[in-house]
């Protein structure tokens, strides 16, 4: 089955390393230019699965959590990488003021952690992953 159909079930890890791999399979069929909204609670996974991207995007950088950049930019041999972290954003005048599109350069991936602070500024074509811990503790990942 495609990565795309099996995350359209729903998926189950279980270690970050297994996260990782499956982002970067997704990265290697991501169509150009896209936002990907990752939801999900605290320590569910979300930075993990962006680690993944990056390593299918080509990024040599460690990417981490960018709590305290809100935005960072990774530029891989394949494509962008932008990070936000919207957790400490309340709006989309917040947003706007980063002038994300500015740094976009095709083509490109946004991933967003907390896509809900600003789900009015999230693109119509997103796609949106919901990200969760089952009883068992292994995570699970699932396209809406
Ligand atoms: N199957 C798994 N998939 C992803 N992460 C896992 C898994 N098993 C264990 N982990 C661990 O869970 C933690 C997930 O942390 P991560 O920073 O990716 O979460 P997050 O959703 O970005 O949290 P935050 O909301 O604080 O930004 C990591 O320490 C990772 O090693
Ligand atoms: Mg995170």
Not at 42 to 64: C, H, N, S, Y
Not at 120 to 141: C, K, S, Y
Request: charged content about 20%.
């Amino acid at each position: 089955m495609s990565i795309c159909d099996r995350l359209r079930r729903g998926v189950t890890t279980a270690s970050a390393g297994e996260t990782q791999a499956l982002a970067r399979e997704l990265a290697a069929v991501l169509p150009p230019d896209i936002v990907l909204a990752l939801h999900g609670t605290l320590g569910v996974g979300k930075t993990t699965f962006v680690q993944g991207l990056a390593q299918g995007f080509g990024v040599t950088e460690p990417v981490t959590s960018p709590t305290f950049n809100l935005l960072s930019l990774h530029r891989g041999g394949v494509r962008l990488l932008a990070h936000l972290d919207a957790y400490r954003l309340d709006d989309g005048a917040q947003v706007e003021s980063l002038m994300i599109d500015d740094f976009l350069v095709s083509p490109w991936c946004l991933a967003v952690e907390w896509p809900e602070k600003i789900a009015a500024w999230v693109p119509a074509d997103a796609w949106h992953l919901d990200l969760g811990i089952a009883a068992d503790g292994r995570h699970t990942l699932r396209r809406r």
